[in-house]
């Protein structure tokens, strides 16, 4: 199971820390992701992670978002700084490589002009 948490409304420029625990033994050993949907889009992924630390993101938010990872209380994270409003959405954290994958339930994020 995954549970997001941290989403929330905030100013334009601001930053957020998105975090996702996880449960059981999917976050052992597995690549872990964030993704998110913004209203009226399909869902896109934003980037992963690896057991190790190694991390892809994408370029469109490269420069602003930060993926990290605790092995140990099994949690992800998603840290966002300048947020603005075309990153409101719903973000969602998932597994990559497992069957079946597993996805959270989601985390609203709301920026305000």
């Known amino acids: 199971q995954l549970v997001e948490s941290g989403g929330d409304l905030v100013q334009a420029g601001e930053s957020l820390t998105l975090s996702c625990a996880a449960s059981?033994?999917?976050?052992?050993?597995?690549?872990m992701g964030w993704a998110r949907q913004v209203p009226g889009e399909e869902r896109e992924p934003l980037g992963y992670?690896?057991?190790?630390?190694?991390?892809n993101i994408r370029e469109f938010v490269k420069a602003r978002f930060t993926l990290s990872r605790d092995n140990v209380k099994r949690v992800l994270y998603l840290q966002m700084d300048n947020l603005q409003p075309e990153d409101a959405g719903v973000y969602y954290c998932?597994?990559?490589?497992?069957?079946?994958?597993?996805w959270g339930q989601g985390t609203q994020v709301t920026v305000s002009k």
């Open positions: 998932h597994s990559l490589g497992t069957s079946p994958l597993f």
């Open positions: 059981g033994s999917i976050f052992d050993n597995t690549d």
């Open positions: 992670i690896t057991p190790e630390g190694k991390v």
